[in-house]
């Protein structure tokens, strides 16, 4: 019997900025557990609407459950985060060009005639 596990993209999951502060939460718990209860208490939406947010977390392996009781706990696992970051520092040095082009221009414009 295989179970059909779904794979989201991490760029899809972090889309949406409901997803985003999600993360963020979860981040500030500094690799702490967090209880459903208190992250729905940080959205002004039901239980439901969270707890399908976290369902896309987690199918980009951005969030990882635990059942305690009737409770469910998440925690954020950042490493796929590093995907996002990799492909943001391609696109940095074309901002370190820009930058260096502008502080060569203003210094140039600073020069005395």
């Avoid at 557990?33 to 039901?46: I, R």
């Amino acid at each position: 019997m295989s179970e059909n596990i779904q794979s989201r993209d991490v760029f899809d999951a972090i889309a949406d900025p409901t997803r985003r502060r999600l993360i963020e939460l979860l981040a500030e718990a500094e690799a702490e557990e967090v209880p459903l209860y208190e992250l729905t208490a940080q959205f002004e939406m039901g239980r439901t609407a969270v707890s399908k947010h976290l369902t896309v977390l987690k199918e980009a392996d951005l969030v990882h459950d635990r059942k305690v009781g009737r409770e469910t706990r998440f925690k954020l696992n950042a490493a796929p985060l590093r995907e996002i970051q990799d492909w943001v520092a391609f696109y940095s040095k074309f901002w370190s060009n820009d930058m260096m082009r502008l502080s060569q221009l203003l210094e140039e414009e600073n020069e005395p005639n």
